[in-house]
């Protein structure tokens, strides 16, 4: 690949790690959606994260991912909350590339149910590791139910986001094969 086309890359990457960071820290004002549950949020950062995956390559949507979570938490103030971020973030990133190589990217309603259960799964075992109670496993069910719709959510809309990116892309390579 030519400097051009690196640079260009690099410029896209990083409007989408802009893009995913935005969301994050906006969605980070929202109370947690059920009040006696912590953490429960919709999770709308992994949008950008399911399009990648399903445009992109791996490494591209990975270095994404880790951009956002580091500088979420260096931007919310709460370096423990990097703790949490990472562990649900890598666990669900795994989550999700395992089905979209089983499915493909047609099923990215699926890898986003995937992930969001794989997300809160990830943020329980670090809360156990850092508190030291078994007490936080009480909060599974609550969290992989939640997981399940928040994950629904995310992966319909990265569907849409796709589609249309294909769309705009296919019509864009039309016009440019007949002028």
Request: proline share 3%; hydrophobic share 55%; aromatic share 12%.
């Amino acid at each position: 690949m030519n400097s051009h086309g690196s640079t260009k890359k690099l410029v896209r990457l990083s409007l989408f790690s802009a893009a995913a960071l935005i969301i994050f820290i906006l969605e980070a004002q929202i109370p947690s959606l059920i009040p006696y549950i912590p953490g429960i949020k919709l999770g709308l950062a992994n949008i950008i994260t399911l399009f990648l995956l399903a445009t992109h390559t791996k490494r591209e949507a990975l270095a994404v991912l880790m951009v956002r979570i580091l500088l979420g938490s260096f931007f919310a103030g709460q370096m423990t909350s990097l703790i949490y971020s990472l562990a649900g973030g890598l666990l669900s990133f795994i989550a999700m590339c395992a089905v979209i190589n089983l499915t493909g990217t047609d099923s990215l309603w699926f890898a986003g149910v995937t992930g969001g259960i794989f997300h809160n799964l990830g943020q329980i075992l670090a809360a156990f590791i850092l508190m030291q109670t078994s007490a936080v496993f009480a909060y599974i069910p609550y969290l992989v139910i939640a997981g399940i719709f928040t994950g629904l959510f995310t992966g319909i809309c990265s569907m849409f986001h796709v589609k249309h990116f294909r769309r705009i892309f296919s019509q864009k390579s039309n016009k440019e094969k007949n002028p």
